[in-house]
Antibody, heavy 119, light 107 residues
Framework: QVQLQESGPGLVKPSQTLSLTCTVS??????????WSWIRQHPGKGLEWIGY???????YYNPSLKSRVTISVDTSKNQFSLKLSSVTAADTAVYYC???????????WGQGTLVTVSS | DIQMTQSPSSLSASVGDRVTITCRAS??????LAWFQQKPGKAPKSLIY???SLQSGVPSKFSGSGSGTDFTLTISSLQPEDFATYYC?????????FGPGTKVDIK
């Protein structure tokens, strides 16, 4: 069974770029057949889908964040990453990575990592 | 974007109760509807996809139904481990969107 683990700084200063990595174990990103996604949850709030990447590098981003988001993949390390630029306090959230099948069904989630935006 | 609503926003129930949560989409999504369970401090867990199909390992006390715009999640006999927040999600069109959640707590 595929396992996902987020990593990255827990504190980011306003206007800087948030960078997170999701390490995949128990399966290979490059084998295809799945989409690799980021989702966030503001403290005490609901869930917001950020976007996905396929092993080939094709991406889709939520239009609400598209101008600031980049998702990339490193198949040699079996990782995919999220960059969110020009962050503000409104980007403070728990960030989850997740695996979706080709029908966009979410199969499993990482444990999540809290990122706080503060000076 | 497709807007998802859920009702109620919270409910109190007793162990053994039958619980039903409703999810409504702002436009038709066929059966491209998933349900997730989230416990405090934990990642969501996938329960149901395609409106009524159970994810592997999910107990049969959970069931889903609906198509188009109206959907339900039913827990047939509530157990202590089922007290959590439940979210619906549409994956009919981009961006994928979630409902605001229904918190199920102990009466």
């Amino acid at each position: 069974q595929v396992q996902l683990q987020e990593s990255g700084p827990g504190l980011v200063k306003p206007s800087q770029t948030l960078s997170l990595t999701c390490t995949v174990s128990g399966g290979s990103i490059s084998s295809g057949g799945y989409y690799w996604s980021w989702i966030r949850q503001h403290p005490g709030k609901g869930l917001e889908w950020i976007g996905y990447i396929y092993y080939s590098g094709s991406t889709y981003y939520n239009p609400s964040l598209k101008s600031r988001v980049t998702i990339s993949v490193d198949t040699s390390k079996n990782q995919f990453s999220l960059k969110l630029s020009s962050v503000t306090a409104a980007d403070t959230a728990v960030y989850y990575c997740a695996i979706l099948d080709t029908a966009m069904v979410t199969l499993d989630w990482g444990q999540g990592t809290l990122v706080t935006v503060s000076s | 974007d497709i807007q998802m609503t859920q009702s109620p926003s919270s409910l109190s129930a007793s162990v053994g109760d039958r619980v039903t949560i409703t999810c409504r989409a702002s436009q038709g999504i066929s059966n491209y509807l998933a349900w997730f369970q989230q416990k405090p401090g934990k990642a969501p867990k996938s329960l149901i996809y395609a409106a009524s199909s159970l994810q592997s390992g999910v107990p049969s006390k959970f069931s889903g139904s609906g198509s188009g715009t109206d959907f339900t999640l039913t827990i047939s006999s509530l157990q202590p481990e089922d007290f959590a927040t439940y979210y619906c999600q549409q994956y009919n069109s981009y961006p994928l969107t979630f409902g605001p959640g229904t918190k199920v707590d102990i009466k």
